[in-house]
């Protein structure tokens, strides 16, 4: 677990889902430290962070409606906060991007996007 606690403890994660993080990832993230808020649905999400809601990150689930992702990306950039997209759940064979599971080399994948190699200080 020290791979995640250098790059996403001691921080908090936002997550945009329409569906519940599985409990193995919500205890994995707890474990080291990551404070998470959500999951927020996307129109619910928009309208907390248009209002300052404050994370370091943002995770948004790739199966959330087109509009709805260009909005969140728009505020995100605007706001200059990391984020990326990720499928929920277990990785297929042979896909590519970001899937939010249990799995700490995945966790860790993402951590690294969002936050480099760095511990916060």
């Known amino acids: ?24 990832t919500v205890a994995l993230l707890d474990r080291c430290c990551v404070s998470i808020a959500g999951p927020l649905q996307p129109s619910h999400a928009l309208k907390r962070l248009r209002q300052g809601l404050a994370c370091d990150a943002v995770i948004v689930d790739l199966n959330i409606s087109d509009q709805l992702m260009l909005a969140v990306n728009e505020i995100l950039e605007s706001q200059n906060i990391a984020f990326l997209f990720a499928r929920y759940g277990s990785s297929e064979p042979f896909s590519k991007g970001f899937t939010l599971s249990s799995n700490i080399v995945e966790l860790d994948q993402i951590g690294s996007a969002l936050f480099g190699r760095f511990p916060i200080h």
């Open 1 to 24: 677990m020290a791979i995640v606690l250098e790059s996403m403890a001691g921080r908090t994660i936002l997550f945009i889902s329409d569906r519940r993080l599985d409990i193995q």
